[in-house]
């Protein structure tokens, strides 16, 4: 079945990039919208962003200044990028796949059916 | 943006008794909503999607209803490795895609 391991550096300094990559196996990231999801600890899910496997993206309001979501169909890969992190920053990222589908075709984001485990940010110099 | 509101924010209930979680839309979200469990250091679950329809695997125990603004999460014989926080999740309007705020069902 369809699993996704995200990962990246556990500590990112403040006003640099935070990059995570998550790795689809079990399946391919063609169809599905593909999302990056945050949690600071304690506290409740935002969702950040998604990519469409056409390549369309589209940002939470509040973070859009900041996020940049890629994939490489090649290496069944997504990446989040997050620029100019504060201590606000400090979360579990998660990816997860996202989409409704009608007869078996995506037809826009929908449910969350597959998360990764989430990997632990903290923003600290 | 919708704003997604649970409650209540804490449930007590005695193991085998009926839990009935609440998720208000801050407008019509038809039903676009999910619902969706975490336990401690894992990643959500999701249970439900279309507002009523049960993920695959998830027992029928578990069960959604409502459409437009307000949404119930019903579980109706709570066994030990249901005691989780409950999120809902909007996806009838973005961006952004919004969750509500999380209900703690605890052990009473």
């Known amino acids: 079945q369809v699993q996704l391991q995200d990962s990246g550096p556990g500590l990112v300094k403040p006003s640099e990039t935070l990059s995570l990559t998550c790795t689809v196996s079990g399946g391919s990231i063609s169809s599905y919208y593909w999302s990056w999801i945050r949690q600071p600890p304690g506290k409740g899910l935002e969702w950040i962003g998604y990519?469409?496997?056409?390549?369309?993206?589209n940002y939470n309001p509040s973070l859009k200044s900041r996020v940049t979501i890629s994939a490489d169909m090649s290496k069944n890969q997504l990446a989040l990028k997050l620029s100019s992190v504060t201590a606000a920053d400090t979360a579990v990222y998660y990816c997860?796949?996202?989409?409704?589908?009608?007869?078996?075709?995506?037809?826009?984001?929908?449910?969350?059916?597959?998360w990764g485990q989430g990997t632990m940010v903290t923003v600290s110099s | 943006e919708i704003v997604m509101t649970q409650s209540p924010a804490t449930l007590s209930v005695s193991p085998g008794e009926r839990a009935t979680l609440s998720c208000r839309a801050s407008q019509s979200v038809s039903t676009y909503l999910a619902w969706y469990q975490q336990k401690p250091g894992q990643a959500p679950r999701l249970l439900i999607y279309?507002?009523?329809t049960r993920a695959t695997g998830i027992p029928a125990r578990f069960s959604g209803s409502g459409s437009g603004t307000e949404f119930t999460l019903t579980i109706s014989s709570l066994q030990s490795e249901d005691f989780a926080v409950y999120y809902c999740?909007?996806?009838?309007?973005?961006?952004?895609?919004?969750f509500g705020g999380g209900t703690k069902v605890e052990i009473k």
């Open positions: 997860a796949r996202g989409g409704m589908t009608i007869f078996g075709v995506v037809i826009m984001p929908g449910a969350f059916d597959i």
């Open positions: 990519i469409y496997y056409s390549g369309s993206t």
């Open positions: 279309g507002a009523s």
């Open positions: 999740q909007q996806y009838n309007n973005w961006p952004p895609l919004t």
